[in-house]
């Protein structure tokens, strides 16, 4: 798979699981996405081991459109051939939220996964965090999913 091509892949993998991406449930998003990143392999990348990373990100922001509390894992491609942020691009799998007082108490953070081999205990981080907590019994407003380029 090659970046380019990483939300019609992913759009893929989610419907051989029988899985509506507008649909996702925060467990099912955060399934997917891992069992993504660890099955299906990026190809035409930097030979940097990391070129294929993952970032979960979270907090209540506003790019716009009034605010929002986002559950967001981010698959990270640096691609070769090319050069600072034209190298980098992103498929965004995003969860949203009202964002309620509960929400908006979570400090916005984020952690990144460098590897497919640090996979299970990223999967534990993430399971573990208060923003997980607070958004996995909650049905999301949205659920967007889009690749750009940095």
Same mark, same amino acid.
């Given at each position: 798979?090659?970046?380019?091509? /990483?939300? &019609? ?6 419907? #051989? ?11 099912? +998003?955060?399934?997917s996405a891992l069992s993504f990143y660890q099955s299906i392999r990026a190809t035409g990348l930097a030979t940097d081991a990391q070129s294929d990373m993952l970032l979960f990100q979270w907090g209540v ?18 691609? /070769?051939? &090319? ?6 691009? #992103? ?11 509960? +929400? ?47």
């Amino acid at each position: 798979m090659k970046p380019s091509t /990483s939300l &019609a892949s992913f759009q893929e993998f989610l419907k #051989q699981q029988c899985l509506a991406p507008s649909e996702l449930t925060v467990s099912q +998003l955060v399934e997917s996405a891992l069992s993504f990143y660890q099955s299906i392999r990026a190809t035409g990348l930097a030979t940097d081991a990391q070129s294929d990373m993952l970032l979960f990100q979270w907090g209540v922001f506003d790019w716009g459109h009034g605010e929002r509390f986002e559950f967001d894992i981010t698959r990270q491609f640096i691609s /070769s051939g &090319a050069f600072g942020d034209d190298a980098i691009s #992103q498929l965004h799998c995003t969860a949203y939220f009202p964002p309620t007082p509960e +929400l908006r108490a979570i400090p916005v953070a984020n952690s990144w996964c460098r590897s497919v081999a640090d996979v299970e205990s990223f999967s534990a981080f993430i399971r573990g965090s208060a923003a997980y907590r607070a958004v996995s019994s909650l049905k999301p407003a949205q659920v967007s999913l889009l690749w750009e380029q940095v």
